[in-house]
């Protein structure tokens, strides 16, 4: 993951209350998208454009600040990341996976299924029920981050934070893995198209 | 902010307040400048009410230039002081040329800025081009009557980092302040968005003479945004002149024509495919010395020859709305721009993809000028109450050389701008004190396929341990689309900085060749990318111990002991030279498996140090 060389400027430091959400892991994508237009609105060097350099470059330093946000946010192991190194764990987004034979299969046989895919009579079709698979296995890890989430942000945590922090960074893993496999599935159609 | 802006009731802003501000479409065969005025983008004619300004400079004697239509009259006569199609050469190199007939005496001074030897000495293309600028400037000085506050530019979406700041210069050049480069099909959204006040997804479909460029576009709220861009750099109009003049030598069976007959006949296809606009059939005629033909294009012949050029573009189509995450129903309204989607069969093609009438009510040869200056009018804050806004996209993605001749993408294509990203890297070697940085574009994972933009050292770096340094490097990429990089050393502070301005840009065949390629070889890059990893994870692993064993082998390791290392260290040597992933790693492991002890040993003698870790590198 890239380390930030962005600062806030005069914005909020935190990305949710940047945009005005709540922080936690389920976000309002609409409400995402418009806090974030109405942000640039204000703060985008373009309206600065007659102004001294100074302002400009501040305006300059603020959008990206808010692209930025917006980027963590908008991506789910980003914002999984994210919000776990706010709460104080620090979490390596470059760590490998900790044995988890079941995903790891599911893994194994999605991109199995995307390799054979150019061979198959129907590809376009083929490549649809991949990316419902996949779209289903995304479903549900953010289903079960959501609920580690809330887990860790209770008060009164039981004994096993660390038990709890390592499953959720897991499951962050988890959701950086589903990301590129759409990412595959994306290449893949383009390159039916040609 | 707000409260300084409100006029006293009944007052409204004196029209003397507003700035002069033009766009101006600097374009490969035409260019146009318009302005806002009362309101409305109109385009800024000659005293004969002409519009276009061609595209070509001529050179006479004692530094006299002509630009535009009188340019163009003796462009055949006197074709070595006569420059046409100019943005063609804007931020190339000789060596790009390569392949290319073009009349000029190009000279061949060994540096990468391309020269012309003209009558009037030696030119560059940005002051060529910085010319056409003049005439279009000056122009909008008169009807304007006063100083231009500033222009908004537009170029290609696919112009590159080089071509971006060769136009930028040829402005300079020509005295035009620069409020922002402007990416065509973006200009054109502008020009139908605004004017309809239309809210949604729009598609541009820009078919012009050499090029072919699609964007999705989404305004809502105020926010212009562009959600990604895509194209052909070399497919355009001209090809289907081609295809007509070939389909007419068949027809003839006559293949060797002269130079002079291809021209000819080349221009015949231009104005028969012009007429079928209009017409459903062309009667032509054409003589290759005693033999002549007759015959007729018809627009179901016509189709046919275009057929597969424009099953292409509609491809393209389908790539950019994927790109964009947007379907076809999303879609709000289709936008047609250059002078090519004047042809009834491009309008059928693209109303049968997308299911519905494409727009065409603007002028395709001056929407990008028109759009251009409404931009340029915001910006020198003309619409105080306009409350728009513009955000663009990087077409390419940028990145660096890393280990391997690798690439590590820093920014990816269609991110929107300006961005910063910054990325941590560290040293290969021990004592390593400098590192080149190589900054390149493109979407391919090896380095040799992608377009070197620059290159530069950062030195002065401490000598430490391999992986110890921390170098963070910044990308920024402005709201003009253009990108600078600095890196700095994290433990010491020191600092290299570069504005990336390459002396020749990306020939436009390979940008979309690289782009294509991309997407076809993202299999064969990723076995490459395991393997050049692995290879360079042998290296760093062979470096460590060969380093350990050196300074503490005879200390620490029985004869018998550093043979079998050295042993493992051949066999890994000799398994890095294969290309097989799952060898050199099983060597690797074997290796690090036979210096486990040797690690230990190290270990325990170091043991003041507290250092953890089981591979001998580590320690």
Redesign the interface.
């Known amino acids: 993951m890239?380390?930030?060389?962005?600062t806030s400027g005069e914005l909020p430091q935190n990305y949710f209350e940047l945009f005005g959400l709540p922080q936690d892991f389920s976000v309002d994508m609409q409400q995402l998208r418009?806090s974030y237009?109405?942000l640039?609105?204000q703060h985008?060097?373009?309206?600065f454009?007659?102004r001294d350099q100074a302002e400009q470059i501040k305006a300059?330093q603020k959008?990206?600040w808010i692209?930025?946000a917006h980027?963590t946010l908008h991506s789910l192991p980003q914002r999984a990341a994210y919000l776990l190194q706010q709460k104080g764990f620090a979490v390596n987004v470059h760590a490998n996976l900790s044995s988890d034979p079941e995903f790891l299969l599911e893994q194994l046989r999605l991109r199995e299924m995307l390799?054979q895919i150019e061979e198959k009579k129907l590809p376009e079709s083929a490549l649809q029920t991949v990316m419902q698979e996949t779209k289903l296995l995304q479903q549900k890890e953010e289903h079960y981050f959501t609920s580690l989430y809330h887990h860790l942000s209770l008060k009164n945590l039981s004994a096993d934070e660390n038990v709890l922090v390592q499953k959720a960074a897991d499951s962050m893993l988890k959701l950086r893995f589903i990301e590129k496999l759409f990412e595959?599935i994306?290449?893949?159609?383009?390159?039916l198209?040609? | 902010m707000a409260l300084l802006q409100i006029a006293e009731p009944g007052k409204s802003p004196a029209p003397h307040q507003l700035k002069r501000a033009v766009g101006i479409d600097l374009g490969t065969t035409n260019s146009l400048v318009a302005t806002v005025r009362s309101g409305r983008s109109e385009v800024i004619t000659d005293q004969n009410d002409v519009a276009i300004v061609r595209s070509v400079v001529h050179y006479l004697d004692k530094n006299k230039v002509q630009v535009g239509a009188d340019a163009a009259k003796v462009a055949e006569s006197d074709p070595e002081n006569t420059i046409v199609s100019v943005k063609r050469l804007l931020g190339k190199s000789l060596a790009d040329l390569a392949g290319l007939e073009l009349p000029y005496h190009f000279i061949d001074d060994h540096s990468k800025t391309l020269w012309i030897q003209t009558r009037s000495g030696k030119k560059s293309p940005i002051e060529i081009s910085a010319e056409i600028l003049k005439v279009l400037y000056q122009r909008s000085v008169q009807a304007l009557g006063g100083d231009i506050e500033g222009a908004v530019i537009t170029v290609p979406a696919y112009f590159d980092d080089g071509q971006r700041q060769a136009t930028k210069d040829a402005a300079h050049l020509a005295g035009i302040n620069v409020l922002r480069l402007l990416n065509e099909p973006t200009a054109a959204a502008i020009a139908y968005g605004l004017d309809k006040k239309t809210e949604g997804i729009h598609v541009i479909y820009d078919l012009g003479g050499g090029t072919f460029d699609v964007s999705v576009l989404n305004f809502s709220k105020g926010v212009f945004e562009v959600l990604a861009t895509g194209g052909d750099s070399t497919l355009g109009g001209d090809d289907f002149d081609h295809l007509i003049a070939k389909w007419v030598c068949e027809q003839m069976g006559q293949t060797a024509l002269s130079k002079a007959q291809w021209r000819a006949l080349l221009d015949l296809s231009k104005e028969s495919k012009e007429s079928l606009t209009e017409k459903n059939s062309v009667p032509l005629s054409f003589s290759v010395g005693d033999i002549r033909w007759e015959g007729v294009l018809t627009q179901a012949i016509f189709k046919d020859l275009v057929r597969p050029l424009l099953d292409k573009t509609l491809r393209l189509c389908k790539k950019v709305l994927l790109d964009a995450k947007v379907s076809f129903d999303e879609i709000k309204d289709v936008v047609l721009v250059g002078g090519s989607t004047r042809s009834p069969l491009v309008r059928e093609a693209v109303a049968t993809l997308f299911g519905r009438e494409p727009l065409c009510s603007i002028d395709p040869e001056q929407v990008v000028a028109l759009g251009a200056a409404i931009q340029a009018d915001i910006l020198v804050g003309n619409q105080p109450e306009g409350e728009i806004l513009l955000l663009d996209v990087t077409p390419l993605s940028l990145g660096l050389e890393v280990m391997g001749g690798l690439v590590e993408k820093i920014i990816h294509r269609n991110t929107t701008i300006p961005v910063t990203r910054a990325q941590e890297f560290t040293t290969y070697k021990d004592g390593q004190t400098a590192l080149i940085i190589h900054v390149v574009q493109g979407e391919r994972e090896l380095v040799d396929d992608c377009r070197s933009l620059a290159r530069f050292t950062l030195r002065g770096i401490p000598p430490m341990v391999a992986g110890a340094a921390k170098v963070r490097m910044v990308f920024q990429v402005d709201a003009d689309g253009l990108l600078s990089v600095s890196a700095k050393e994290l433990v010491t502070g020191v600092e290299s900085h570069i504005e990336v301005k390459p002396t020749y840009g990306l020939d436009e065949s390979e940008v979309t060749k690289m782009l294509q390629d991309s997407f076809t070889h993202a299999r064969d890059d990723n076995e490459q990318r395991q393997l050049r990893i692995q290879q360079v994870e042998a290296g760093r692993l062979l470096e460590a111990v060969k380093n350990a064993l050196a300074i503490d082998g005879e200390r620490l390791l029985c004869q018998q002991e550093s043979a079998a290392i050295t042993q493992k260290m051949t066999e890994l040597d000799y398994a890095m030279k294969n290309s097989d992933v799952i060898v050199i790693k099983r060597a690797c492991d074997a290796l690090n498996k036979a210096s486990e002890n040797f690690a230990a040993k190290r270990m325990d003698a170091s043991i003041h140090t507290a250092l953890v870790g089981q591979r001998v590198d580590g320690v």
């Open positions: 890239s380390e930030t060389s962005v418009s237009k109405a640039l609105l985008h060097p373009d309206r454009a007659g300059l959008t990206d692209n930025q980027a390799e595959e994306e290449a893949l159609q383009h390159t198209l040609d």
